[in-house]
């Protein structure tokens, strides 16, 4: 049971370039995230996902675009990179309950765009 | 949307000393409030949370409070350890389906041994 993975784990790229980072979880989780963590700033939302083939808007979500195609799997696309967009990028994923339950997140992605 | 504010941002105390972290959120209708733990290059981790039904939670060591009318909960850490030291997150809840958090800035823990 490997929980919440993401890929890559380092990634550099100059401004304007493309990329997509993988997020998997085999917990069978409904909900997933993508949250962007910046020094000083916590956690902020970019992106969120009720479930298979669904998407929507978070806090932080221009410039970025994500994808559901599988219920294990949630995409973070960066079509044209920014320097505003060097961060560190965690998933994460969580039950569908009646309750609140836990936020299991992944080890995390450091882009840094030149 | 939902505002949370977290104090202070960095915070040492000496080992075996307590530790108290504070938030204050904005939104009345939130409900459920975790707090993170987040060592140096890894992922956060749940160590407590609370819900709005309850005033106080307490898991050895660490315990949280709630107070729904003035908006705010609180982290207790006592007998800290140098393996506390680490960032906090508090979070809240906001309304919908989604489960979506917001989350406070942060909160570097320095136990001094």
């Known amino acids: 049971n490997a929980g919440v993975t993401q890929t890559p784990k380092f990634r550099v790229l100059k401004t304007g370039q493309s990329m997509t980072l993988l997020c998997a979880q085999d917990m069978n989780h409904e909900y997933m995230y993508w949250y962007r963590q910046d020094p000083g700033m916590g956690l902020r939302l970019i992106h969120y996902s009720v479930g298979e083939g669904t998407t929507a808007k978070g806090e932080v979500p221009d410039g970025y675009n994500v994808s559901r195609l599988k219920k294990q799997n949630f995409l973070l696309g960066l079509e044209s990179a920014a320097p505003s967009q060097t961060s560190v990028y965690f998933c994460?994923?969580?039950?569908?309950?009646?309750?609140?339950?836990?936020?299991?997140f992944g080890p995390g992605t450091r882009l840094t765009v030149l | 949307g939902e505002n949370v504010e977290q104090h202070p941002s960095t915070l040492s105390v000496q080992e075996g000393d307590s530790a108290v972290i504070k938030c204050t959120y904005s939104?009345?209708?939130?409900?459920?409030f975790p707090w993170y733990k987040q060592e140096l290059g890894k992922r956060p981790q749940l160590i407590i949370d609370?819900?709005?039904?309850?005033g106080e939670k307490k898991d050895q060591r660490i315990a949280v409070t709630l107070n729904k009318t003035a908006k705010h909960f609180s982290l207790h850490i006592t007998e800290t350890q140098p393996e506390d030291s680490a960032v906090y997150f508090c979070a809240a809840s906001l309304s919908g389906s989604a489960r979506q958090l917001t989350f406070g800035s942060g909160t570097q823990l320095t136990v001094l041994p």
């Open positions: 994460a994923s969580s039950y569908s309950t009646s309750v609140w339950t836990e936020q299991f």
């Open positions: 609370i819900r709005s039904n309850v």
């Open positions: 939104d009345s209708a939130s409900n459920y």
